[in-house]
């Protein structure tokens, strides 16, 4: 924390909202606030009460908000040059083939895990819709507290996972769960390597535990896909429900590895005397793993996804306010000054006459600078939210084989998810249909039809495959 005395970091997804801060190696507050149901206005006006409430000073504080694994979408690049810039560009143009949207509607970051002699360079690309980041910038400046970082979820965990891990783990599965919801990351010593969000928690484990399985194999399957590094050599597990040790005795039965079990707070031992964790937190209602992981960990070159010509609109408004202000403050100057010297030379039945004319003319100047400061602050248009469903996408992303191009893709109301392509073998529609059937997102997946059609130089297998979403 450089130049900041605090650091506030504020965590929100569709069920809560978490904020904790912290200075000087303390954590000196935490809340907990349920937003589930909420529309925008009414979180931000919840906000903005837990900033009077809190009496939280951010001039001074780095503010940093988080966002839920389950709105981005992960992708590892192994590009050829070293310099910050052109992989910047780079990625931009690779953006297309990377994730199912303009490059227009997309933010993206990236930070560089490795280089080699050659000039070469392997990154991870976090991509996230225009749309989401926008969402979040606005409920955050509505509610004045402007973010200087905006990043993901599994960061967090991966802070909080080096500085509480030990020497030489090798690669580490970590599954950070609480009652309703988790996230699995895939970290070695250094670095994310992989992470999925897993709409499960532990607190239905026991009826859920063939899903586990299939969500924590389909990470690993893609961490081993990408060719990251070695295979996993242990698990862990951050929470605090009693449930955690029958779940650790599980996976440990399940994947014949070391399996540890850790809460996420009572690592953290440097807290203000006075600090009362929330009982949501204590009790394992929701996990406060990524939120201190960020609260303490080292994120210089770190993931942050606030679009640039956000940022300079902030920093244009905030340069307009204070102009605003300076002007207020010369016109009321100006006007005592008037007032004072008029009341010297005035009789005493005129003044009061006199200074009701002065507030007419004043007050119109107030209301024109508060008319124009509203035009300004209204600039930041509301956000038209539509559903984006990045697991969905991300699921077809990993079951399709190589071979494979999709070339429709239709989703009607009553969750039905219709997959039109083609490919040159036949065994990848099999392989591409059984992959869709193992996954826990998808159900009733059955095959169309599959036309053949000869080209000079080979036979194209055209096919349809139809399934339901969960």
């Excluded at 000087?24 to 206005?41: E, L, N, Q, S, Y």
């Excluded at 996230?128 to 993901?152: C, E, H, L, S």
């Excluded at 779940?247 to 440990?252: A, C, E, K, P």
């Excluded at 984006?388 to 990993?398: A, K, L, Q, T």
Aim: hydrophobic fraction near 40%; glycine fraction near 4%.
């Amino acid at each position: 924390m450089t130049r900041y005395k605090t650091r506030t970091i504020i965590e929100l997804n569709s069920r809560h909202a978490k904020l904790i801060q912290a200075q000087a190696g303390k954590v000196t507050h935490c809340r907990f606030m349920d937003i589930g149901g909420f529309d925008d206005g009414k979180i931000i006006k919840q906000l903005q009460a837990l900033r009077r409430d809190m009496a939280l000073g951010l001039a001074n504080s780095q503010v940093i908000a988080v966002i839920s694994r389950q709105h981005v979408i992960v992708r590892y690049l192994d590009l050829p040059s070293t310099d910050p810039e052109e992989l910047r560009r780079m990625v931009q143009l690779q953006a297309m083939s990377q994730v199912p949207y303009s490059p227009d509607d997309i933010v993206f970051d990236f930070t560089i895990m490795t280089t080699t002699a050659e000039g070469r360079s392997r990154i991870m690309v976090v991509f996230i819709p225009k749309d989401i980041i926008v969402r979040y910038w606005n409920i955050f400046m509505g509610a004045q507290i402007p973010p200087a970082i905006m990043t993901v979820s599994s960061i967090g965990i991966m802070e909080w996972y080096k500085m509480s891990r030990t020497k030489n783990d090798g690669v580490t599965v970590i599954v950070d769960t609480d009652a309703l919801q988790s996230e699995v990351c895939l970290c070695d010593q250094k670095y994310l390597l992989t992470s999925r969000y897993v709409p499960l928690g532990l607190a239905n484990f026991e009826a859920q535990g063939p899903q586990w399985l299939k969500h924590i194999d389909l990470t690993v399957d893609g961490y081993n896909q990408d060719k990251l590094g070695p295979l996993p050599s242990r698990l862990l597990i951050i929470s605090v429900l009693d449930v955690g040790q029958k779940f650790q005795q599980f996976l440990s039965q399940e994947y014949k590895l070391p399996v540890y079990l850790m809460p996420s707070v009572e690592h953290f031992v440097h807290t203000q005397k006075s600090l009362k964790w929330p009982k949501e937190i204590v009790e394992g209602k929701t996990s406060a793993t990524a939120a201190l992981g960020l609260a303490f960990g080292n994120l210089e070159n770190s993931i942050n996804l606030i679009p640039t010509q956000l940022h300079a609109q902030y920093q244009k408004r905030q340069g307009r306010s204070a102009f605003f202000r300076a002007a207020r403050a010369i016109l009321f100057t100006a006007i005592l000054a008037g007032v004072a010297t008029w009341a010297n030379f005035s009789k005493k039945h005129l003044q009061l006459d006199r200074l009701k004319q002065q507030w007419q003319v004043t007050k119109k100047d107030l209301d024109s600078i508060d008319k124009k400061k509203a035009q300004l602050e209204a600039l930041t248009t509301a956000l038209n939210q539509r559903v984006i469903m990045i697991e969905v996408i991300n699921e077809i992303y990993r079951s399709a084989p190589k071979g494979i191009s999709l070339v429709n893709m239709t989703l009607n109301s009553r969750r039905n998810l219709s997959l039109q392509g083609v490919t040159y073998k036949a065994g990848d529609i099999n392989q591409f249909q059984e992959s869709l059937v193992k996954s826990p997102l998808f159900a009733s997946v059955s095959l169309d039809y599959v036309n053949k059609r000869s080209t000079q130089e080979r036979e194209i297998q055209y096919f349809k495959l139809t399934c339901q979403i969960k």
